[in-house]
């Protein structure tokens, strides 16, 4: 069995790169940009295992460009001006892959915005988050964002074919099922866990996998039906305050290895989106849960999953935060653009009146047309804060029991 074999199986062309046909099937921008070689500095971003590093590296040798492969997380600015000063005069320029880049730090980003501006150096960057919320809005004006999904089923099993073949393996009964499903759309994690197996035995069984494998690793992403499935039923159970339906589906995830972190954290958007302030309570029982099966893990986490889908599913359920906020970003993206009214801008302007100089509430505009987006539909915790709301607007003291 030859080592490492994410690295020897790594594509080395577009032809032989496999998946994100969103970006690079024939008439893809990216893809054109990579062959009219009018690429701009870019950001790739989604789970490991996509193709990220690959395609950078991919680029580089078809643009024919020395490559640099460095990881934010102990980048020196010295190293970065360093790479620049050696091609200063060079007609070819580098292309410099930049990994975990949502942890630059802003000095980091300072240093390099001169030389892309330039365009001294060719830069790529790679994160399994959207650098988007972590980038400064002049690294982002002078990049391009690109987003990479799991692989799917199809992709995995076309390298796996092609792995078996020429190394010579034997894939049992579900070994092959089991390789692809729990590696929730990482090519190298299944490739990992396919060279582990190989080395104790070339007749691969799902026993064998499931022993070095116990959990699968996908992270919500997976690519078989059965986790989205499970995970659509749980929710609706909760949603349909169905405790004993509820329990059942997330048992059955647990029985299939799901990580408890991503079961607590549906919990978490549940208990936002579908209880919201009907007991807001029940969003910090969420946070709570995922923070604990975090630190505990299997098999004591099933506990406290328990503890938490009982208390979301008894709970009442209101949405209305939840469409508000849809309606308020639905405005705002069809063009509603008003401006910020003066005596609201930052610092403190004349005309405005603070509220706390009048008892706690005083009558002021807050916007400059009359815009509605909350509509409380009074379930639960809900009808108190509209009491509360009622009662500032008349001057009283609410009642916060």
């Known amino acids: ?28 921008p990216l893809r054109r940009l990579i062959e009219e070689e009018a690429l701009q500095h870019s950001f790739f971003y989604g789970p490991p295992g996509s193709g990220k590093t690959t395609l950078a590296r991919i680029i580089a040798e078809r643009l024919g460009r020395p490559f640099y492969e460095l990881n ?3 980048l020196k600015v010295d190293e970065l001006r360093t790479i620049f000063k050696q091609y200063a005069q060079a007609l070819v320029k580098p292309l410099i892959f930049i990994d975990e880049v949502h942890r630059l730090s802003k000095t980091q980003q300072e240093v390099l915005l001169p030389f892309m501006e330039r365009y001294d150096a060719l830069i790529i960057g790679a994160s399994t988050e959207n650098p988007y919320f972590s980038l400064t809005a002049a690294m982002r004006s002078r990049s391009l964002l690109f987003e990479f999904k799991p692989l799917g089923p199809e992709d995995l099993l076309t390298m796996l074919a092609r792995v078996e073949e020429k190394e010579g393996l034997s894939l049992e009964d579900g070994a092959r099922e089991y390789l692809i499903d729990s590696s929730g759309g990482d090519l190298r994690a299944m490739l990992n866990l396919l060279e582990a197996a190989s080395a104790v035995s ?35 159970s909760m949603r349909g305050s169905d405790v004993d339906a509820a329990l059942y589906w997330t048992a059955r995830l647990i029985a299939a290895g799901e990580p ?49 889908v009982v208390y979301l599913t008894a709970s009442p359920k209101s949405n209305a935060a ?10 705002v993206e069809e063009g509603v653009l008003l401006p910020v009214p003066k005596h609201l801008r930052s610092p403190d302007r004349p005309g405005y009146l603070y509220p706390h100089d009048f008892g706690g509430w005083v009558a002021q505009e807050y916007l400059g047309e009359p815009l509605t987006f909350y509509d409380s539909k009074g379930i639960g915790f809900e009808k108190r ?13 609410p009642d916060r029991d």
């Open 385 to 397: 804060l509209d009491e509360w709301l009622e009662k500032i607007k008349r001057k009283e003291e």
């Open 72 to 74: 934010a997380t102990t």
């Open 1 to 28: 069995m030859n080592a490492n074999l994410a690295l020897l199986y790594r594509p080395k062309s577009l032809e032989e790169f496999i998946g994100q046909e969103h970006l690079l099937s024939s008439q893809a």
């Open 322 to 331: 939840y469409l508000a906020i849809n309606r308020a970003i639905k405005t």
């Open 260 to 308: 408890p972190e991503f079961i607590a954290r549906r919990m978490v958007i549940f208990a936002s989106e579908d209880i919201g302030n009907a007991n807001p309570n029940a969003l910090g029982i969420a946070v709570d849960a995922m923070t604990a099966v975090s630190r505990i893990g299997y098999p004591e986490a099933r506990i406290i999953l328990s503890q938490a």
């Open 202 to 236: 070339k007749t691969i069984a799902a026993d064998l996998l499931r022993s070095l494998r116990p959990a699968a690793l996908h992270d919500g992403a997976a690519s078989s039906d059965t986790h989205y499935n499970l995970i659509s039923a749980m929710i609706k």
